[in-house]
Structures are given as C-alpha cells and as structure tokens.
C-alpha cells in the first residue's frame, strides 16, 4: 500500500527514478556506491550510516509490478533505513512470507475493521506489544485491494490485527499528516508513501527515543526526496508532453477511422 502506501502509479517521470538513467552520458550519472539515484538527486547525505535495528520486523508484500512500474517507489529507499526489513514481491501473502514472529503481528492497511494504532498501543500491555511483526502492502490502490482480499486466509492464521494510522484532524477535519510528503498525485486524502506510513508506525512501536529517531531519520529522507521532486516539477518543460499527448491523439483517431471502415 506508496506507498501503504498503495500509492497509485500515475506518478510523473520524476527524478526519483533509478532505472533510465545512463551513467556514460554527461549529467546523468549514478550513485552506483551508494543510494543508486542519478548523482544530482542522490540522497546519501540524509541517509543513516548504516540501516537503523528496530525491535519491530517490517515486512512488505509489493506487488511483482511496483518497482518495475514506479521510479517515485520508496521501497529501496526503505531497506537503506532499516536493517529489520523484508521486502516480499507477490501478488498475495503466503505462510512463509513471515518469519514466525514472537509477538504480536499487525496488518498495518486502511480496512474498515482496522483499529486506530495509537489506541492499540494505548490499550495493550507493553509487554504484549514487543518485538511486532509489521505487514504493509505495496502496490496501486487497486493491487492493494487485490492483495489484501488474496491474503485474507493467511492473515486469520497469522492473527493479524488490522490497524491503521491514525487522522490528524486539523481546523478543516480533512487533512491528514504533512502534505509536503506526498511524493505524486494520490487518489484522495489521506494518503501517506510506505516509507512515511512505516515511520510513522515505527514512532509508536518502538520504545520512545528510539522510535522519534528512526522516524526523524526516515522523514529527513523523504523530505530530501520530494525537495528534489518538487524542483524537478518546478523546472519540467510543459511542451514534448503536450506533443506526445497530439500524436497519440492522432494515432488514436487514426484508428477509430480505420476500424469504421473495417
Ligand atoms: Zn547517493
């Protein structure tokens, strides 16, 4: 779920990208030693020294698709910040996509049955809440549905406990966390990255001071990366978009006409 972030893959073809660019070509090399992002945009300097441990283990089942299809995916981003990671590809959880976890396992993924996270940390014993087991899904908002109803069976053998991040309900009662972090267009409010949505989960799951300085660490990059990405939006030419769109247009036409004579 970009993210949770089932985020959509309507994303622009931004500068979070790591997959075009070619590192012979001048101004398009790679930071192929450290984050893998184009040089211009590299984010090692707000990245931890080494993947931050944390009692809770994260797993994430993405969508086969969501790398391949998603330059703005936060998810290799996310296994540069934690060291308790697993990144599962799959269209559904299967029984060893977890380890067998010592505690309890939370299904972190906005179902209507899913409890507000703060309440449940409120109202489990902290003993009862170590070491947690953490499941995001990763896709589109529709890959996510699909994995979500594809995972249910194994979800009720793990004894996941549906939960979701609670709403910030400012002034206007709509809003929900820092909207400069959102890193592309999302379907409605209320959406957050997978790597905002596992920050902020961590804040709560972890024990406290641990905890605000994993999601500092994690916030910081994801600032870092949609700086780069606003600028980038800022500076876009608006006109071979506007000529790709003419030409297919045209293409399309030409088709319609084709298949009326057909
Ligand atoms: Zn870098």
């Known amino acids: 779920m970009d993210d949770f972030d089932p985020v959509p893959s309507d994303c622009d073809d931004g ?3 790591v997959a075009a660019a070619s590192s012979s070509s001048p101004g398009r090399s790679i930071c192929h030693a450290g984050c893998g992002r184009p040089s211009r945009v590299c984010l090692c300097p707000y990245l931890p020294a080494s993947p931050l441990q ?6 994430i089942l993405h969508h086969p698709h969501a790398l391949r299809r998603n330059p703005l995916s936060t998810l ?19 029984p060893s996509s977890t380890a067998p976890a010592p505690g309890p396992v939370l299904l972190l993924y906005p179902s209507p049955a899913a409890s507000d996270l703060v309440s449940w940390c409120r109202s489990t014993p ?23 109803a594809a ?18 309900s400012r002034a206007d009662g709509d809003s929900m966390f820092e909207s400069d972090l959102v890193v592309r267009k ?3 409010k209320g959406c957050v990255s997978t790597m905002e949505a596992v920050a902020r989960a961590l804040r709560l799951l972890e024990p406290e001071r641990e905890g605000a300085v994993v999601e500092e660490t994690m916030l ?8 780069f990405q606003t600028e980038h939006l800022l500076h876009r030419t608006v006109k071979p978009r ?13 088709e319609m006409q084709r298949d009326a004579v057909d």
């Open 151 to 168: 995972s249910l069976a194994v979800l009720a053998s793990l004894g996941a406990v549906p939960v979701a991040l609670p709403v910030d």
């Open 242 to 254: 506007a000529k790709m769109r003419k030409k297919k247009e045209l293409r399309r036409e030409q």
């Open 15 to 17: 500068d979070g990208g």
């Open 54 to 59: 944390t009692s809770t283990t994260i797993v």
């Open 186 to 188: 999302e379907p409605r």
């Open 126 to 148: 902290r003993p009862a809440r170590a070491a947690p087991t953490l499941l995001l899904l990763d896709g589109t908002w529709r890959q996510a549905r699909e994995m979500h």
């Open 220 to 227: 910081g990059v994801l600032r870092a990366m949609v700086a």
């Open 76 to 94: 290799p981003l996310l296994a540069r910040c934690l060291s308790n990671l697993r990144l599962v590809p799959g269209r559904r959880l299967l």
